[in-house]
T-cell receptor, first 116, second 113 residues
Framework: NAGVTQTPKFRVLKTGQSMTLLCAQD?????MYWYRQDPGMGLRLIHY???????AKGEVPDGYNVSRLKKQNFLLGLESAAPSQTSVYFC???????????????FGPGTRLTVL | AQSVTQLGSHVSVSEGALVLLRCNYS??????LFWYVQYPNQGLQLLLK??????LVKGINGFEAEFKKSETSFHLTKPSAHMSDAAEYFC???????????FGAGTTVTVRA
C-alpha cells in the first residue's frame, strides 16, 4: 500500500496563476481532508469530503476549491494564486468503519507551494 | 467548538533526559485527543490517541500521554530522549460526534548530545 500520496511535491507559481494539487489514497477511506501548514499556526483545515461527490468548507476555505469525483482522489485547486497561499499543503484520509474508525487520519508527505 | 493550546513552541532536552510536551484542550463534548509527530520534510505520523478508554495511553517510540479531564490536559512524555526524537510534535482534538481535527501550533523538540 502506498497510503496517501500527493502530487506535485514542490511548485512555484506567479501571482494570478492557477494550479491543482492531487491527493490519492489506496486505503478505501471514505473521508479526505486538505490542510495547510504555516509556521507557528499548526495545521488548518481548508476543505474536506465525507464521500465521493461531496465536499465541505473547513476553517480557511477562501481562495481554494476542491473536487472528489472518485473515492480515491481529492483535488485542491487554486484559481488565482496569491502570495498569502505560500504554504505546505497536506492531504489526509480516514475511515468511519472498523477497525480504524473516524479517529485516525493518515497524512500524505505534503506539497510545498511558493507563490511569488 | 474545540481548540488546543500547546505550551512552548520549542523544547530543548539532553539525550537521556525526560521529554515533556504540554497540551491543553477545550471541547464542549467528550474529546478524542491525539499526538502526531512530524520529522523534517515529512508528513504527520500518529504517535498515540485517546478515545475514552484508558486515561494513560501508550504510543510508539516509547511515548505516552495521560488524559486528565479535571485539568483539560493531555501532556506527552518520554522518560529518556533519543536523538531520533528531534521533530515537531502536534496535539490535536476532535469530538465524539465530529471527525474533523483541530491542531495546536506545534512544539519543536531538539535533543542535545
Amino acid at each position: 500500500n502506498a497510503g496517501v500520496t500527493q502530487t506535485p511535491k514542490f511548485r512555484v507559481l506567479k501571482t494570478g496563476q492557477s494550479m491543482t494539487l492531487l491527493c490519492a489514497q489506496d486505503m478505501n477511506h471514505e473521508y479526505m481532508y486538505w490542510y495547510r501548514q504555516d509556521p507557528g499556526m499548526g495545521l488548518r483545515l481548508i476543505h474536506y469530503s465525507v464521500g465521493e461527490g461531496t465536499t465541505a468548507k473547513g476553517e480557511v476555505p477562501d481562495g481554494y476549491n476542491v473536487s472528489r469525483l472518485k473515492k480515491q482522489n481529492f483535488l485542491l485547486g487554486l484559481e488565482s494564486a496569491a502570495p498569502s497561499q505560500t504554504s505546505v499543503y497536506f492531504c489526509a484520509s480516514s475511515s468511519p468503519f472498523p477497525p480504524q474508525g473516524t479517529d485516525t487520519q493518515y497524512f500524505g508527505p505534503g506539497t510545498r507551494l511558493t507563490v511569488l | 467548538a474545540q481548540s488546543v493550546t500547546q505550551l512552548g513552541s520549542h523544547v530543548s532536552v539532553s539525550e537521556g533526559a525526560l521529554v515533556l510536551l504540554r497540551c491543553n484542550y477545550s471541547s464542549s463534548v467528550p474529546p478524542y485527543l491525539f499526538w502526531y509527530v512530524q520529522y523534517p520534510n515529512q508528513g504527520l505520523q500518529l504517535l498515540l490517541k485517546y478515545t475514552s478508554a484508558a486515561t494513560l495511553v501508550k504510543g510508539i517510540n516509547g511515548f505516552e500521554a495521560e488524559f486528565k479531564k479535571s485539568e483539560t490536559s493531555f501532556h506527552l512524555t518520554k522518560p529518556s530522549a533519543h536523538m531520533s526524537d528531534a521533530a515537531e510534535y502536534f496535539c490535536a482534538v476532535s469530538s465524539t460526534n465530529d471527525y474533523k481535527l483541530s491542531f495546536g501550533a506545534g512544539t519543536t523538540v531538539t535533543v542535545r548530545a
